[in-house]
């Protein structure tokens, strides 16, 4: 019976972190533009007759690109500039052709160009809001057309995506190369950027080539005047040993080449972007529009999505938390038996809680890899510290009085903590899982960064996309979730809590 | 039976008991009694192997009271504390029931066995499906007792078992304890800090003081042959509040 829970176990997280492999694993970065093209990928390859898997909103360009020389992923889509200048600047390569040199070297290969070229710009508001307008010195901002004009402006705000800060063709260089002044620059997420921009919170954002959201934010696009982007042609990077296990696959990705120009990739991005569309189906659109075919997109309905994101959810808190119950009771057990050593145990456990969940998450990827497996880690971990602490005060918390006569009627240890102490600390232990269980609930929603499945799929994607309904798909499930674990614990309590501890004193 | 043989107890730093010597007389009842903080529980907890000596050892009958064999020496003891110290979430039968049935006892023995001791309790037999907290204080010692007794054990240990009872029952109980005891011929030691009880149970009396023993003899030695000044004043104190009787 164990032996079958235990298969029944494996075989789902089998499932979940991917074991059971398809001919191709497909990959995509956490930004519209890369998913859509991920399932572009994923369905024509389906269409040449290969079982497919798109493991969708990995991260950003360096969690996929590591995904992709573990093998995790077999092909996904990236940029020349992106991978000279980012994941291969320390090589300061001069050209496409020694890019792929470089990536022969990782036993990685490249298609050539899928057809246009998304290059970094840099955009300001057309018409500035009053306060901006104060930091620019005017309201008509016209006469600024290149990004070396922004040099006269030393006061404005700049908002910029995470990755663009920190890249080498980002912001250091690029104000290094125009020798701009302003230095007054917040990280966010690109989309924020957008609502930033148009509320005159920021001033100076970047852009993408193909950004549906430049035209409806009304943002003016600056002539990079020195040159200093690199291209940033569109490729798919697959794993050279893909050309031996699945010939077909590499040359149906070869024909996608010079297939989606600036225009095309823009009109697809507006329609997730701005249309609320899924990717799957402007991905399957442009496919049947561009090879005459007639794929079907899989679009789940919200049904199928609920169940499915449900099932994914419950699995990660279900299996830390029974995890972290076989763990934490017994170091809870040992902590109250050993007062000094249990109080180095606790603060080691609350030294864990104040790691940040996201970057928990985060850090645990080159440990696990992708998927559930570094997120039910991680919600492990946190659900450590509720129950050893409750294991320990409900053992510390028994009457000395109670333990002495325990010990005195001549029960042996393990008895002892069997039949009298846990039984007496029971209400203490399952409060302590009652808060873990609500906790992770709550927690387990980040798995949606981490392609973890579940709550915080819909609810990431609605955050990127600023869709406030599909946040909701994920954010009331999910607290709906943690109201009915606060449930099932305090019927538990009935159950696990002797009656004797329930009763009242009679005099 | 029950001999302490160079014993000394003591807690961070503090001496509670120093080098003692002392046996207790099988076969009758011997109070330990002193103010609170005196060394008389620690005393109990060192026979029962509940605490370990820093120094000497504790002997019952010929067998040390240390180690491996502590488990087993318990179960030949009978332990009662002043609030019964009885498990709340189990019934007064299961309280009493559990070392039997650790034991793997026949369910006619245990039958028999729990009858039996009710009956010398003054218990109703209804009330031992109860649990404690159903119970009153009295009810509640005289489970106790029972889950004390039930092994049978050769020696009775009790620290202050009557002293959270309101005057009527402890009377009415101090009366019963005394009958038990008379009838079944257990060693017994008995904690109090009350003379008037140690009067009434006493054949064997120790006055202690800061963990050692002031005066040990019948109760009305202590009374007429005070051995130093502070029996004198102890004894006296507690008679003008009380009145012995004896």
New interface residues.
Partial sequence: MRRVHRLALLSLLAVLTGCGRSDVVVGSKDFNESTILGEVVAYYVESNGASVEHRQRLGGSPVVWNALLSGEIDVYPDYTGTLRQELLSELKLKDDDELREALEERGLRMTRSLGFDNSYEIGIPNKPTAEAARRFGTDDLSDIRTISDLRRYPNLKCGFANEFVKRSDGWEPLKRVYALPQDDVLPLEHDFAYIGLANGDIDVMDVYATDAKVKVYDVRVLVDDENFFPEYEAVLVYRADLEERAPEVVSAIRRLEGKIDVDTMTTLNARTMLGGEEAARVAADFLNTTFGLEIVPKVPSIFERLARYTWQHLLLVATSLSAAIVVAIPVGILAAKQRQFGQVLLAAIGLLQTIPSLALFVVLIPLCGLGALPAIVALFLYSLLPIVRNTCTGLTDIPAGIHESAQAIGLPLFVRLWKIELPLAARSILAGIKTAAVINVGTATLGGFIAAGGYGVPIFSGLRLGQPYEMLEGAVPAALMALAAQGVFELAELVCVPRGLRLKPAD | MLRLEGVSKSYGGTTVLPRTDLELQSGRVTVLIGQSGCGKSTLL?LL?G?VEPDEGTVWFGDEQVAGDQV??L??R?G?V???????????ARGNVE??PR?LEWSPDRLRDRVAELAALVDLPVETLER???????GQRQRVSLM??LVLDPEVMLMDEPLGALDPMIRAELQRDLREIFRRLEKTVVLVTHDMNEAAFFGDDVILMRDGHVEQRGPISELLERPATDFVREFTTAQRAVLGVTS
């Fill in positions: 907890r029962m509940l488990l087993e318990r179960r003891m332990y504390i002043q609030d019964g110290g009885l498990f709340p979430h189990m019934t559990l070392m650790f649990y404690p907290a159903q119970l009153s204080g889950r004390a």
